[in-house]
């Protein structure tokens, strides 16, 4: 029986840089949302939005400033927006407590493992650097999938150029925030966030239960 508490399995530490504010509400429980920045090791900062329960943390207590440690899952729905549906993604948080310790900032792992849903897309950069664009289906219960779009470089990203749809894969990497600009057709240009998760280990489930394992040079 699939345990998919397994599949989706994250843990971060950031400091708290926004306010909470209300995210929506199922049967009398309130849910809200606020952003953390996390660091990379090269000390560029990922700001990543963050949802939880009224009944998981005294709200209060979360402030600007304050440093958290979260563990939940990396979430997603489809969101119309001026007619278009738009995949929106946000960490799930499962307990989350305030600590003091700063060397948390830089924790940041990912671990999924669901299935490719669309034909992976590589690419190579204008340097040569190989990349693969997976959007990856995790299950989770009352028949719900969440959509997790990923990127892999190097052997993994070429190892996905040949990957067939329905492929199952555990993926193991960080949450990453990535800000780019859109241009509407008025010419007019906005800003936006997108997120994704940068992988740094794969491995693939075949029939006969053997591993493909490989790691990102």
Request: charge should be neutral; include cysteine.
């Amino acid at each position: 029986m699939e345990n998919y508490n397994d599949n989706n399995i994250v843990e971060l530490g950031g400091k708290v840089v926004t306010e909470l504010e209300f995210s929506h509400e199922i049967y009398e429980e309130k849910f809200y949302r606020f952003y953390v920045e996390t660091k990379r090791m090269s000390d560029y900062t990922d700001k990543l939005p963050i949802i939880i329960s009224e009944r998981l943390v005294n709200i209060g207590d979360i402030k600007i400033g304050e440093i958290v440690h979260v563990e939940g899952q990396f979430r997603s729905y489809n969101q119309i927006i001026e007619g278009k549906s738009k995949l929106v993604l946000s960490i799930f948080a499962k307990d989350i407590e305030l600590v003091q310790d700063e060397s948390i900032l830089t924790l940041n792992d990912a671990t999924f493992i669901g299935f490719i849903c669309k034909k992976p897309i590589y690419r190579k950069t204008p340097l040569g650097r190989e990349i693969a664009d997976v959007l990856l289906a995790v299950n989770r219960t009352y028949k719900k999938s969440d959509y997790i779009p990923c990127i892999l470089w190097g052997r993994n990203a070429k190892f996905c150029e040949k990957v067939e749809v329905g492929t199952r894969l555990k993926l193991n990497g960080r949450i990453q925030s990535r800000n780019y600009e859109k241009k509407l057709e008025d010419g007019t240009v906005i800003p936006k966030v997108a997120y994704e998760v940068s992988i740094a280990k794969l491995s693939v489930d075949r029939a006969d239960e053997s591993d493909l394992k490989s790691e990102n040079v």
